[in-house]
């Protein structure tokens, strides 16, 4: 079936630094999403991708869409405390939603 | 609008045992889904419905039992819990025309020994 591999798997940084992180998968999807979700939380959704390329940005946060559609990277800027959580890509296949593993991310103060 | 809703918030079961995880949501959203989380493998999805009266399996359909009876509720059924169904797990759900996005409850921590 349809895998994502998302990395890393963690990440630890300072508060203030830019943080990056990246969706692969050996199969196209038409639609990336990322999500957020705080502990003992469901998951919240930030941006949708609907186009290959496609530069998409909500506040602090960019995501793209690649252009092989294989790929998409989620970029964080200027971190602060609450950014505190697991990230996760999910791309589109067949109508159903496919998770990547996460990206825990911590922000040390 | 209270969101997505689902109950229990946590649940311990012995091996066997039958219960039902509720979910509901009140935006009005045809697609709803069930989901677990375990760690280190993201979110799998166990079965979806696309509207009231129809349901899909999803990626780990085995163990598991649906059903769409109205628009706002879709529960899922465990009749023999097994210790491998220990898991969070998170009902979701959606408009028809934004399929992919989904929008989570608070999630189920359940725990069967």
């Known amino acids: 079936g349809q895998q994502l591999n998302q990395s890393p798997q963690s990440m630890f940084i300072q508060e203030g630094e830019d943080v990056s992180m990246n969706c692969t998968s050996s199969?196209?999807?038409?639609?990336w999403l990322w999500y957020k979700q705080d502990p003992g939380e469901g998951p919240v959704l930030l941006i949708a991708?609907?186009?290959?390329?496609e530069l998409t940005s909500n506040g602090r946060l960019t995501a793209q869409f690649g252009i092989t559609r294989k790929d998409s990277f989620l970029n964080i800027s200027a971190s602060i405390p609450s950014d505190v959580g697991i990230y996760f890509c999910?791309?589109?296949?067949?109508?159903?939603?496919?998770f990547g593993q996460g990206t825990e991310l911590s922000v040390k103060p | 609008n209270a969101g997505v809703t689902q109950t229990p918030k946590f649940q311990v079961l012995k091996t066997g045992q039958s219960m039902t995880l509720q979910c509901a949501q009140d935006?009005?959203?045809?697609?709803m889904s069930w989901y677990r989380q375990d760690p280190g493998m993201g979110l799998r999805l166990i079965h979806y419905?696309?509207?009231?009266?129809?349901?899909d399996q999803g990626e780990v359909p085995n163990g598991y039992n649906v059903s769409r009876s109205t628009t706002e509720d879709f529960p899922l059924r465990l009749l023999s819990a097994a210790p491998s169904q220990t898991s969070v797990y998170f009902c979701?759900?959606?408009?028809?025309?934004?399929?992919?996005?989904?929008?989570f409850g608070p999630g189920t921590r359940l725990t069967v020994t």
């Open positions: 979701a759900s959606s408009y028809e025309g934004g399929y992919y996005e989904q929008y």
């Open positions: 199969s196209i999807f038409n639609t």
């Open positions: 991708l609907y186009k290959a390329g």
């Open positions: 999910a791309g589109q296949w067949g109508g159903k939603l496919i």
């Open positions: 935006m009005n959203h045809e697609y």
């Open positions: 419905s696309v509207g009231a009266g129809i349901t």
